[in-house]
């Protein structure tokens, strides 16, 4: 419609910026806009309203701009490929601030600086920021729209590709705005690229700043953004409101915000379990998440792949909730072979795909796509590329961005408010040694002790070197809101409330191990069903199991194994608990808890000195 876009005319004095025909009442939100707008000085102010006409004019002035191409409407209708400055590619973990008031509650794993200095030092970062640029205004909600409390956000940005990204990551527009009232509280999410543009001045395909604040205020439930349009970096929705913010809210209100995937599981007797996996940052969440199982008769829906909320219903039980909208996946090794149900989901179009390959014939290709690299193609930078050029096509960071509700198996449940309430738990991580490929915990609070020691090789997914084994507690190292102490004490707290028969149980798995000659010795994707339904079998007592120092693993024939195609040899290398191995990260461990200070919980210490003990 005509009246999409709502742009206002540059201001001529200081306060010049008339919100008068701004699409809402709600007068906290007008004063706010207000406010950024008169310190961040833009052209022109735009309510989105998320609507198709919308949508088309966004991304035409992305083309006309250089950011984005359109890609071939019969392979990948209403798609496009973007390529970003080649220095703007991952999360910035270094750059991310949690600005809590006291410095003990960011804790010993987060960046800190006092709010007020904070708030002085990005305040001059911004001041003139959006100069030459248009001001967009997200509403946005996380989870349904229908939940009794909906999580209203408004993301400020000077960005159309984060706007076009918001628009599938999270359920945005009019409909969100009209939901606030007058009066809804909702997280402010303030984002500028930083790279304003003096008069005449040509912008670039990806504007963006060498210097990058990635900031959470979690007491005041605000983020603040600057430097960067990429992923995590800029859609505020997903790691900092779903993530940092909503892990501090989940403290005080006493549920969970974690990095997990959620997945309906299906046994052949049609007996229904929901199932949550946390994997660090490209370890595997989006692929669990839309596993087609190679074993006969089981199947899985998807809920999420990447955030789930969870809360207490008033059976005992933990509900399951993903409040995203949309998948950012990673693209590399997602292919037929791996996740067809991605390619599925993909294939119906209106995806973002960002840093991957382009074809001559105007589709997308990465790395895994297909076996076979086609001939010719247009890799991340923008140069030629051909199977010779020996160098990757496509970013290791590189990512689709698509609705989830295109996802060919997705549950039906993904719409319900209230979630799904979660069976088991699974933590894991990349370990190329020591880490077998399942273990059960032996109850809640052992099960608590896995989380919080899990450890896996750093990916692309954060700017860094890639493969060096760290602790990652729960999968949330990067996206804790608070103290990691008191973190760990809080699932611990979640655990004594609760009844224990009721509660999930919790599981770690390692699809990553690998043999001498550095391959990986456990097939993976469709073949971790099994492992599915070995944790199915013992949440229901009939699968057997035996004890080790670190936890309960499959008996001998206890993990399905018909019709797979794996040397007993390897199977055994898979599943081994090496008691030399695990002796030598006893100190990793113990060195993980010094770090995290006075404030690990003491059954978590009990915990390690029982697997010492243990350990012999
Ligand atoms: P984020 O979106 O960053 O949070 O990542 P994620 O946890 O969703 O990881 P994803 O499923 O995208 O997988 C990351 C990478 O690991 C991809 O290249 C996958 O192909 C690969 N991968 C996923 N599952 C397996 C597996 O079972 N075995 C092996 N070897 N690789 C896997
Ligand atoms: C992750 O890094 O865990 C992601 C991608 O899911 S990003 O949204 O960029 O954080
Ligand atoms: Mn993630």
Not at 309 to 332: H, I, K, Q, S, T
């Amino acid at each position: 419609t005509e009246t999409a876009l709502r742009v206002e005319s540059p201001p001529t004095s200081a306060s010049a910026y008339d919100l008068s025909n701004a699409p809402t009442e709600h007068q906290g939100l007008l004063a706010w806009v207000a406010e950024v707008a008169e310190l961040t000085q833009p052209d022109a102010i735009h309510w989105v309203d998320g609507s198709d006409a919308e949508y088309k004019l966004l991304t035409d002035e992305l083309i006309a701009g250089g950011t984005l191409v359109r890609l071939n409407d019969e392979k990948k209708p209403n798609s496009f490929w973007a390529r970003t400055d080649p220095s703007d590619v991952a999360r910035v973990e270094q750059r991310t601030f949690i600005c809590s008031i006291d410095e003990a509650d960011a804790g010993p794993t987060n960046n800190w600086m006092a709010p007020a200095e904070m708030k002085a030092l990005m305040t001059e970062l911004y001041r003139g920021s959006m100069r030459g640029r248009t001001l967009y205004v997200v509403p946005f909600c996380m989870g349904p729209l229908t939940a009794e409390k909906p999580m209203f956000g408004v993301e400020i940005t000077d960005s159309a590709y984060v706007v076009a990204s918001m628009r599938i990551m999270a359920r945005t527009g009019s409909e969100v705005l009209q939901k606030m009232g007058t009066d809804a509280k909702y997280v402010p999410c303030l984002h500028s690229v930083g790279a304003p543009l003096a008069p005449g001045q040509k912008d670039v395909p990806w504007p963006c700043n060498d210097e990058k604040y990635i900031v959470q205020f979690p007491e005041e439930r605000t983020i603040w953004s600057y430097g960067s349009g990429y992923g995590g970096n800029s859609l505020l929705g997903k790691k900092c409101y779903s993530l940092r913010i909503a892990s501090a809210m989940a403290r005080d209100e006493g549920w969970l915000a974690e990095h997990m995937l959620i997945l309906k599981l299906i046994s052949p007797e049609k007996k229904v379990h929901y199932i949550a996996a946390a994997f660090p940052s490209a370890c595997g969440k989006t692929n669990l998440a839309m596993l087609d199982p190679t074993l006969e008769g089981w199947e899985v829906e998807t809920l999420g792949d990447d955030i789930a909320w969870m809360r207490f219903g008033e059976d005992g039980r933990l509900y399951a909730v993903n409040p995203e909208f949309g998948l950012f996946g990673v693209a590399p090794g997602t292919g037929w072979k791996t996740n067809p149900n991605a390619m599925r989901t993909i294939e119906k179009g209106n995806s973002l795909f960002t840093n991957v390959a382009l074809t001559d014939d105007g589709d997308v290709w990465w790395e895994g796509y297909s076996q076979t690299p086609p001939n010719h193609l247009t890799d991340w930078k923008g140069r030629e590329w051909t199977p010779e050029s020996g160098e990757l096509s496509s970013h290791p960071n590189s990512r689709f961005c698509t609705p989830i509700k295109q996802c060919p198996i997705i549950a039906d449940e993904y719409e319900d408010p209230n979630g799904v309430p979660i069976s088991a738990i699974i933590f894991g991580g990349r370990r190329a040694t020591t880490v077998p490929l399942v273990t059960q915990s032996r109850d809640w609070d052992h099960g608590v002790f896995m989380g919080a020691t899990l450890s896996s090789e750093t990916t692309a997914a954060a700017v860094g070197e890639v493969g060096v084994v760290r602790r990652d507690p729960m999968a949330m190292l990067p996206f804790l809101g608070y103290n990691a102490g008191d973190y760990l004490n809080h699932w611990l707290t979640v655990g004594k409330e609760h009844a224990a028969d009721k509660l999930p149980k919790i599981f770690y798995v390692n699809w990553f191990r690998k043999d001498e000659a550095g391959k990986f010795v456990w097939p993976g994707f469709s073949e971790n069903g099994r492992v599915l339904k070995w944790i199915i079998e013992r949440l229901d007592g009939t699968a057997d199991a035996v004890e080790t120092p670190i936890g309960l693993v499959p008996a001998a024939d206890a993990l399905d194994v018909t019709g797979l195609d794996l040397s007993l040899e390897a199977l055994q290398v898979a599943l081994n608990v090496d008691e030399e191995e695990w002796k030598a990260e006893l100190p990793l461990i113990e060195e993980w808890f010094t770090k995290l200070g006075d404030k690990v919980p003491a059954t978590l210490k009990l915990e390690l000195d029982n697997l010492k003990a243990r350990l012999g």
